[in-house]
């Protein structure tokens, strides 16, 4: 039996059953264009509306150093992380070989400036330090940080500087020139037994190439 027949049966005046079948197909109608319409990708499980208001994440950091390299005065040295000390001071590596990095800072490779120590000097056992040669470096002499990631970054000596020990060093620490620094800090000068302490600081200043 047809629709428009099993409405009649039912005892249906003509033109109400006429009113049915125009509201019903127009109920089909906008069903039928509703599924139609062609809509907009949600890949990756995002609405539209969720894609369009995602902003751009920030760039992953660079890995954390994992070794130093100065070919120039035979270092090939761990890097081992340090904070504050309890004077507010940047802390120095346990084992004279290795050096030290100021994980409060940026990450070598980063923009800004990566702080990286190193002992000088002769132990009472005799053994020396990573980076009593540290004043040998000159401009233009070439070092890298190889990271916890395997990653190898480059960079090249801009100058170097000696610091009073209560000297303002605050530029050693930070920069804002939009560009990524490495700087390298030790002792230097005359041993002072009474501080226990050498009468200077000396940083080399590196920039990535």
């Not at 319409?37 to 990756?44: D, E, L, R, W």
Request: net charge neutral.
């Amino acid at each position: 039996m047809s629709f428009v027949k099993s409405m009649r049966s039912k005892g249906l005046p003509g033109r109400t059953l006429l009113l049915i079948i125009v509201l019903t197909g127009s109920v089909l109608s906008l069903a039928l264009l509703f599924y139609f319409i062609p809509k907009k990708s949600t890949q990756n499980g995002l609405s539209p509306l969720a894609t369009n208001t995602i902003t751009a994440l920030p760039a992953p950091r660079v890995g954390k150093p994992a070794r130093l390299k100065i070919p120039g005065i035979s270092v090939d040295s761990a890097v081992e992380y340090v904070g504050l000390t309890a004077d507010g001071a940047m802390d120095v590596p346990k084992d004279p070989d290795n050096v030290a990095w100021l994980e409060l800072g940026r990450r070598p490779g980063e923009n800004g400036s990566a702080v990286i120590a190193g002992h000088y000097g002769t132990w009472k056992n005799g053994k020396g330090s990573v980076f009593d040669n540290l004043h040998k470096l000159s401009e233009g002499d070439k070092l890298s940080i190889e990271d916890d990631k395997g990653t190898v970054i480059s960079f090249a000596v801009r100058e170097s500087r000696k610091y009073d020990p209560e000297a303002d060093a605050s530029d050693v620490f930070s920069s804002d020139d939009g560009r990524s620094h490495l700087n390298l800090i030790t002792c230097e000068g005359v041993w002072n037994e009474d501080l226990q302490s050498y009468s200077s600081r000396l940083v080399v200043f590196a920039d990535k190439e």
